[in-house]
């Protein structure tokens, strides 16, 4: 990114230079061309930028909501009878694991698509054991109440995992970097017909640049410098080796 900014910011100024003979003639029309084409970036920059920033606060929040309905299933999970209440605990503490993983995959990758295969199967086998539980006890509130929940935890994976996807259009980003490359060297271009502000324009491509690798790094939730914390989910994970709050019943 610094060499394709960079360098065609360097390209502008030495084109400049040779033509600074004509600097009467070229400094008019390239001031005004370079002055929109400015503005015109600039729009372009922000707007990957709000894309990119509004991604990834659904990536925290998809992250949040889904902790949380982990662990209210878990919690309700506590309420059911035995066998299906301790199968249940277990399987839940695995699922756990594997939305914590998915949190380091590369989304679309094969480790991402296999993460999300072993939710699923854990997913039918929680659905198969809350089937139990309402066939052993039809009217009882706790069973229904787990259903619920566990359907909302199954329904919050596929609101993650569709949040990871969620890219900004790489047609953006082509537009951000090529808009830039040629507003700066056109920028480079004038000064150095106007024989100053070299050093300014230098650090105008260093700002450009930072803006693009921010916008970048904020699409790409699991590389990089900025990702999406996982913090909700490893505390889950972590109260879950804890003794269970409600105490194991029973079956009749």
Known sequence: MFALVGGSTVVGLVVGRSLRRHSESLREPFGVLQAALLGVVGLILAFGLTLAVGRYEARRSAVVDEANAIGTTYLRAETLDEPVRGSSLALLRRYTDTSIRLS???????????????????????WTLAGRALDGAPTASAPRLYVESL???????TVRVSALNNRVSAAVLDLE????????????????????????????????????????????????????PTAPLTALRASMALPPAAKALRAP
Do not use: K, W
């Open 151 to 157: 359907n909302e935890m199954i329904d919050m994976q």
């Open 104 to 126: 380091h995959t590369v989304p679309n990758s094969r480790a991402a698509r296999e993460t999300v295969a072993t939710g699923g199967r854990l997913q039918r086998r929680l």
């Open 177 to 228: 970097v090529i808009g830039a490359c040629i507003a700066l060297g056109l920028l480079g271009l004038y000064l150095a017909i106007l024989t100053r502000g070299v050093v300014t324009v230098l650090l105008a491509a260093a700002l450009v640049t930072m803006l693009l690798l921010v916008t970048f790094d904020l699409d790409r939730p699991t590389r990089g410098l900025i990702r999406i």
